[in-house]
């Protein structure tokens, strides 16, 4: 049973850029969450995708977005990336209808310089 | 806005030594409650969960906490630690029904010494 995939494991971009990060969840889920984790802190939620539709979103600005496919895979995307983005994004699966028990990726390390 | 408090940032204790690391929440609903953990170059696991009924909850590898509801909080508890358990310790809480973030604490990093 494949559990909560993410790619790529890093990546290196500059000030300005735009990036895109993937997330395929675990086996079964419909729900995806995404959240940042800056070095020596718990994870910031960002928003949660279900059914393709943003459902709820934390206090992150616009240039983050995000989209859920009708495989439930989801994507996020950074535009006009700052330093302070500079952080491990980790993606999360549930199910929409339990407990919202979520299960985390490995995530991908974005360093923005 | 909900927050939840993890008061020790760094513990360290000696093998076979009791640990208890503290967890407390701001929000007075009804909450699920969770201990994630995450090994050095590991993502993050889940240790244990509490949705509702009986507030002493058991988890993997010896792991359990206690809700208890009066004090918000959510304390995790292991009789003896092993050198082996040395990771960072995550409390996140979830209110019911109108949200479907899960809201961190900012970790406690455990070392076990052998």
């Known amino acids: 049973d494949a559990g909560v995939t993410q790619s790529p494991t890093h990546l290196i971009k500059t000030r300005g850029q735009q990036v895109t990060l993937r997330c395929s969840p675990k086996s079964g889920h419909d729900t995806v969450s995404w959240y940042q984790q800056a070095l020596g802190q718990g994870p910031q939620f960002i928003f949660q995708?279900?059914?393709?539709?943003?459902?709820q979103r934390g206090n992150f600005p616009d240039r983050f977005s995000g989209h859920q496919f009708p495989n439930y895979s989801s994507e996020l995307n950074v535009n006009a990336l700052l330093l302070g983005d500079s952080a491990l994004y980790l993606c999360?699966?549930?199910?929409?209808?339990?407990?919202?028990?979520?299960?985390f990726g490995p995530g991908t390390r974005l360093t923005v310089l | 806005a909900q927050s939840v408090s993890q008061h020790n940032h760094h513990v360290i204790l000696s093998e076979a030594a009791s640990l208890e690391l503290g967890c407390n929440y701001s929000y007075g609903g009804t909450v699920n409650l969770f201990w994630y953990v995450q090994y050095p170059g590991q993502h993050l696991q889940l240790l244990l969960k509490y949705f509702s009924g009986d507030p002493l909850v058991k988890g993997i590898k010896g792991f359990e906490a206690e809700f208890i509801k009066s004090k918000f909080s959510f304390n995790l508890r292991k009789p003896s630690v092993q050198w082996s358990d040395t990771a960072e310790y995550f409390c996140?809480?979830?209110?019911?029904?109108?949200?479907?973030?899960?809201?961190f604490g900012s970790g406690t990093q455990l070392t076990v010494l052998p």
């Open positions: 999360a699966s549930s199910l929409y209808s339990g407990h919202n028990e979520q299960f």
């Open positions: 995708y279900y059914e393709e539709e943003e459902r």
């Open positions: 996140a809480v979830n209110r019911v029904g109108s949200a479907r973030q899960l809201t």
